[in-house]
């Protein structure tokens, strides 16, 4: 049993260590920015204090001596005034004297009255009184005889005794102890605070000033990922930040190269199967054999439409046409009204839903297509389009559209395989009913070279949800 409790104690050890330990993460910075601000912060902060620590236990000291001279003068003043007073007439002369603040004196036959409770000073205390003492202007034959100093037990109290040279009385005097200020005052907090905040400040801005290289190359990375062509980065700035801009716009060159060359060969090899095609179906038409014939036309029909569509894909990749105003509530019409047209039998199928207009910077011509290819999807697979326009959600700052249907909507397995180029859900060999299985690829391309992304869901309530983003 006591194995187990012990066994359960550790256990309980280790969860709460745990526990403390994800609270401290969570405490901890996640931009590099602000940790490394937090520890410069951290650092001056405690460098300050160890340095005004320093200083002020400097100060103090000084200040002690000081004031521990000033307080010695004070008593020899006193000692000066009675010591030529004849022994009778002294107690008249003291009550006399006009004492310094918290003072206070008397003459005794014994350096005992007012000792009893006290202890003997210390010695750097006994050291600078001794020295303040022999340091005071009064011929030998005045000086005292005996001294004896003590203290209270709490350090507040100095009870200075001096036997005059002539008889045995005693001037016993007690005085308040030094105690210099450690803080120094308010003066020296709100100094304290006031550089603390400054230099603070500074650090925050010099920090933001050195990292702000680091989040210029993460959005550049992040635009690169949206658009290949995305413009290059200054080369200008301390020698490591120009060698990683140099280096990221060597490597982003280097895409758009792969990425050109790929395109270019995919275009010239569609584009140099047109003639054979050509050629395969006047000959095609002179087979006499009717039912070879239907298939082989069937064939380089099929082949045709894969060359037209991966020649749209190398036109679209390779686009180079502007960011302009387009009114999109009005351009989504347009869209639904053509595929209406070209199909009427689809009309009450089709619908928009969102505002009657609003503008944003696209290329019209490539993201007319997109919504084309997305619609078109959506009454081959659905059986009906629905478009929906909704505005940025709060902290964000991207537009939204979303293109509906109520088909089967598309297996979870098959969610990224649709999106390559060539990959289609409708494994017949019916172009009109399957395509080629370039639509979606063309689509998410082009919406992420507006700096948004196409994404596909399934609908709670049926269908296939496919859903643009677009940067507002």
């Known amino acids: 049993m006591s194995w187990r409790r012990r066994w359960t104690g550790c256990n309980h050890l280790l969860v709460t260590a745990q526990t403390n330990a994800r609270r401290s993460l969570r405490l901890w910075p996640r931009s590099l920015a602000a940790r490394t601000a937090l520890v410069v912060i951290l650092g001056l902060v405690v460098v300050q204090c160890l340095g005004l ?96 100093l003590m203290a209270d037990p709490d350090h507040r109290l100095q009870i200075t005794a001096l036997q005059m040279p002539h008889g045995t009385d005693w001037l016993i005097v007690s005085s308040p102890l030094p105690r210099p200020d450690a803080l120094q005052g308010p003066a020296f907090l709100a100094a304290f605070l006031v550089m603390t905040v400054l230099a603070a400040l500074l650090t925050i801005w010099a920090v933001r000033r050195l990292t702000a290289p680091v989040r210029t190359l993460a959005e550049a990375a992040e635009r690169l990922g949206r658009d290949v062509n995305a413009p290059p980065l200054p080369e200008d700035g301390p020698l490591e930040v120009a060698a990683a801009a140099a280096a990221f716009n060597t490597m982003a060159s280097r895409i758009r190269r792969f990425i050109e060359d790929r395109t270019l060969l995919l275009t010239a090899i569609g584009h140099d199967l047109r003639t054979p095609i050509t050629r395969m179906r006047l000959r095609a038409e002179f087979m006499e054999d009717d039912e070879q014939r239907a298939k082989m036309l069937n064939d380089l029909d099929e082949m045709e439409a894969m060359v037209s569509a ?128 370039l639509g979606l690829t063309i689509a998410r391309d082009i919406s992420r070279a507006h700096g948004g992304d196409l994404v596909l869901a399934n609908r709670a309530e049926g269908g296939a949800r496919v859903t643009v983003t677009l940067p507002a």
């Open 53 to 148: 620590g320093i200083h002020t236990l400097d100060r103090n000291e000084f200040v002690r001596a000081a004031e521990l001279r000033g307080q010695t003068l004070r008593i020899m003043t006193i000692y000066r005034d009675l010591v030529d007073v004849p022994a009778e007439a002294r107690q008249t002369r003291l009550a006399k004297l006009v004492l310094p603040r918290n003072f206070a004196a008397l003459v005794a036959p014994t350096p005992d009255t007012k000792s009893k409770s006290a202890f003997p000073a210390p010695p750097s205390l006994r050291r600078s009184v001794l020295v303040n003492i022999a340091g005071f202007p009064l011929p030998p034959e005045f000086r005292p005889r005996r001294i004896q």
């Open 310 to 437: 991966t020649l749209t894909f190398g036109r679209n990749a390779s686009s180079a046409e502007p960011l302009s105003p387009v009114d999109l509530p009005e351009l989504i019409r347009t869209v639904l009204d053509e595929a209406g047209d070209a199909a009427p039998e689809t009309i009450d199928r089709l619908s928009y839903e969102g505002p009657d207009h609003l503008t944003a910077q696209l290329r019209g011509r490539s993201f007319k297509r997109v919504l084309t290819n997305l619609v078109s999807n959506a009454l081959k697979y659905g059986d009906s389009a629905k478009v929906r326009l909704l505005l940025p959600k709060e902290g964000s700052d991207m537009l939204r559209v979303e293109v509906l249907d109520t088909g089967p909507g598309i297996p979870l397995d098959d969610m990224e395989r649709v999106m390559q180029p060539f990959q289609r859900l409708e494994t017949s060999r019916n172009r009109e009913t399957g395509g080629v299985g």
